[in-house]
Structure formats: C-alpha cells, structure tokens
T-cell receptor, first 111, second 115 residues
Framework: KQEVTQIPAALSVPEGENLVLNCSFTDSAIYNLQWFRQDPGKGLTSLLLIQSSQREQTSGRLNASLDKSSGRSTLYIAASQPGDSATYLCAVIQGAQKLVFGQGTRLTINP | DAMVIQNPRYQVTQFGKPVTLSCSQTLNHNVMYWYQQKSSQAPKLLFHYYDKDFNNEADTPDNFQSRRPNTSFCFLDIRSPGLGDAAMYLC??????????????FGPGTRLLVL
C-alpha cells in the first residue's frame, strides 16, 4: 500500500527566505506526482505536476523535483512571501487515476 | 472562470437526514472524484467515475453514494449522515488519456456540518 510522508509537518520562516518542503513515498511505481496548495477552509490549488519521466518542473518561484528511484520529491520556494502561507500537499498518482496524499506541511511566512 | 464548481459551499444537516452535494465542471474531463477531508487531515478518496464507470474505494462506508448523470455533473449522496461525517467534501476532475492521469483540478469544497 502506497504511503506518502511529508516533512516537516509545520514550518515557520521569515519573509524572503528560500525553503524546501519534502515528500517521500514508499512505492516508486507512480505515474505522476502533484503538489497542491490549500488555504484554510478552501479547496486545493494545483501548483505543479511532475510526470514520472520528468525530474523537475518550474513555475515562477516554485520548483519541484522528483527522484522516483529514491521515492522522494521536493518543493523549493524561492524568496518566500507572506502570501505563500498555506498548507502544501503532495500527492502521487497511482493506477492512472488515484491520488494518494501526504499529510501536508503547514507553512507560515512571517513578515 | 471557475472550472470545478461545488454547491452549496456550506451545508448544515440533521443527524440521519439525507443530504446531496453537487459538483459540476466545465473542463469536459472524463474522470470525476469525491474526497472527504477532515480537519488537519489529508483528503481521502471516497470514489471516482471514469466516464460512466463507478469505482468505489474499499473502505468507503455504504452510507455514501454517488451519481454522475452526465459528463459535467456528479453528486454525492449521504443517506444517513452521522456526526462523524462532518467534514469538507472536495470534488475533483482530471483527464485520463491512454491510461495516464493528468493534473487533477479541485473545486472549492462543501463544508458539511451535522447537528
């Protein structure tokens, strides 16, 4: 059974810092990996999708990497801003259709 | 423009009183999903429709049912809500091509309160 773990569970940093969120998964037989952002009481916003054949994807200040063999992904956020404060979830796509989520990292950026 | 729409955004129901949550999409995606998310937990997949084919997760309670009358709409029916069913219910869609799932798009969610 696939298990997805995110470390740390919570992170608080000053504005302007670069930071890395970690995601690990136990079964490397995945199709894709997706990073989401969730604001309190809201739905999920897709940030980046990395296909299993890719090693990284970039969108603005965000860069996500994928190492299937080691079962790891990282989300790098450059020059963090208070508006980046949210919970970040990673999810692996298995069986072509099913997402398995990690528990999330709750990020706080302090002005 | 909203691509995945959920109604209502907030729903209050009484213990045991059936409730229906609605999801619609403008993306013409072939797969629609329902997730349950409780406070500070990851979303948990309840079931999904691949076109008209219904796929139930093994641990989804019988109390939860779903209907997809057409490509655009999908409903979540909770036949007899219990206090433990209070949660955020998230609808998502994706396009699956040649067996590979693409980005999943989520709606804003419906927060269900059971009194």
């Amino acid at each position: 059974k696939q298990e997805v773990t995110q470390i740390p569970a919570a992170l608080s940093v000053p504005e302007g810092e670069n930071l890395v969120l970690n995601c690990s998964f136990t079964d490397s037989a995945i199709y894709n990996l997706q990073w989401f952002r969730q604001d309190p009481g809201k739905g999920l916003t897709s940030l980046l999708l990395i296909q299993s054949s890719q090693r990284e994807q970039t969108s603005g200040r965000l860069n996500a990497s994928l190492d299937k063999s080691s079962g790891r992904s990282t989300l790098y956020i450059a020059a963090s801003q208070p508006g980046d404060s949210a919970t970040y979830l990673c999810a692996v796509i298995q069986g072509a259709q099913k997402l398995v989520f990690g528990q999330g990292t709750r990020l706080t950026i302090n002005p | 423009d909203a691509m995945v729409i959920q109604n209502p955004r907030y729903q209050v129901t009484q213990f045991g009183k059936p409730v229906t949550l609605s999801c619609s999409q403008t993306l013409n995606h072939n797969v629609m999903y329902w997730y349950q998310q409780k406070s500070s937990q990851a979303p948990k997949l309840l079931f999904h429709y691949y076109d008209k084919d219904f796929n139930n997760e093994a641990d989804t309670p019988d109390n939860f049912q779903s209907r997809r009358p057409n490509t655009s709409f999908c409903f979540l029916d909770i036949r007899s809500p219990g206090l433990g069913d209070a949660a955020m219910y998230l609808c998502a869609t994706s396009r699956v091509v040649a067996g590979i799932g693409e980005t999943q798009y989520f709606g804003p969610g419906t927060r269900l309160l059971v009194l």
